[in-house]
Each structure stands twice: as C-alpha cells, then as structure tokens.
C-alpha cells in the first residue's frame, strides 16, 4: 500500500524486555515524526526526524528510549527495559515536506506485563 | 504554553442531524489547523487542514470546519451524520512541525 506502515501491531512484552517498533514512511517523505498515545488520550509527540537527521527528541520520557532512521527512510523506536507505564499505542507519522499535513500509520499497541 | 482543547468528551447524536465538534486553541501566532477522525484499532485519518486564505474549509466524507481567529476556534461540522461517522475527533495545531492535540472528542451516533 502506499501508506505509512507500523509493525508489528501488536507487542506484549513483560517489564523489563527490550521492543522495537518499526516504521516505514510513505515513499519521498523526508519528515518522520513518533507519538505516543495513551488510552483516551490524544497523541504526545516524542521525536522527528528529517531525512536521517534526529532535530528533536524532547517528547521522549526517559533516556530508555531511542529511535533511529539510518538511511532516512525507515525508522526504528526503540524501549529498553521497559515499564508498565510504557503500555501505550505509538503512531509514526511522514510527511513530504513543509506546509504538508502528517500522514499516520495505524499504530503499534505496546502492552507492559 | 501551546495548547489545544476539545471541551467535548463526548456527543451523541442521532443519525441524519448535524454535528459540531468544538476546539480551541492557545498559540503566539496562529497555528496550523487539522482534524483527524480515529476509528477504533486504526490511526489518525485526516479530515482536513487549515493553513491560510478561505477560513471555511471543506474536508472529506462531508465535513467542513470554520476557523474564527477572534476565538481562537476551529469548529468541525457536518450537516448531516451517518452511523459510520461514529469515531473519536482531534483536532490538533501545528506551530513549527510538531503537532499538539487535543484530548479528543467520542462522537456515538444512534439510530
């Protein structure tokens, strides 16, 4: 499809446990963006990217957490040791550039145990 | 501090009447404007934007929203909803890249 793609859909993972999440951006989006969205909440931005370029992570809670894009194209988000508090879904979000809206992807659910 | 606000946690409404979702926003300058429809398990479907210009904006699946800088408002309508446009709505601000949403809004829409 031609949409952002999350993967994998699901996570359960017990306290601890390292995850990965990873997101494939709409092909010729060099904007990238993570969220996290909590239960009856609206999404809390954590970090973007610009091509490979990491310009701003100040929404990450802890330094538990890491997000790359290597080649700038997919990226990967990353939670070490994780916590109950982690349980959450988190959005990637691309766009194309400047004054463009931000296309999201239908989500990872991360459920702590 | 940049913020977004949905009074609304929840509306129901009956099918074929209009809806309103309100939002406020609190920005420096005036922010890029969007709503989003979110259908449980999916991610955010956007319904449509405001950058400048025409201050009513039309979107898809016939809603429209109407941004009011003196109230610091965008405002989503629909004139007349369907059972399918039962969701949660955010309406969300962008000020340099970053969006800020709004808590949502539950739309239930009975027969």
């Known amino acids: 499809g031609a949409g952002v793609s999350q993967s994998p859909r699901y996570k359960v993972a017990k306290r601890g446990q390292d995850v990965a999440l990873r997101c494939d951006p709409i092909s010729g989006h060099v904007s990238l963006f993570w969220y996290q969205q909590a239960l009856g909440q609206g999404p809390e931005f954590l970090t973007y990217f610009q091509n490979e370029a990491q310009l701003d992570k100040s929404g990450l809670p802890s330094d538990r957490f890491f997000a790359e894009r290597p080649e700038g194209s997919v990226s990967t988000l990353k939670i070490q040791r994780t916590q109950q508090e982690d349980s959450a879904v988190y959005l990637c979000?691309?766009?194309?550039?400047?004054?463009?809206?931000?296309?999201f992807g239908d989500g990872t659910r991360l459920s702590i145990l | 501090a940049q913020s977004v606000t949905q009074p609304d946690i929840h509306i129901t409404v009956s099918e074929g009447a209009s809806l309103e979702l309100r939002c406020n926003y609190s920005?420096?300058?005036?922010?890029?404007l969007f709503w989003y429809v979110q259908s449980p398990g999916q991610g955010l479907q956007l319904l449509l934007k405001y950058f400048s210009g025409d201050t009513l904006v039309q979107g898809i699946k016939g809603f429209e929203a109407e941004f009011k800088r003196s109230q610091s408002s965008f405002n989503l309508r629909k004139p007349s909803v369907h059972w399918s446009d039962a969701a949660e709505y955010f309406c969300?601000?962008?000020?340099?890249?970053?969006?800020?949403f709004g808590a949502g809004t539950t739309v239930t829409v009975r027969a």
């Open positions: 920005y420096g300058a005036t922010p890029y």
């Open positions: 969300a601000a962008e000020g340099d890249y970053k969006l800020s």
């Open positions: 979000a691309t766009r194309e550039g400047r004054n463009q809206p931000q296309h």
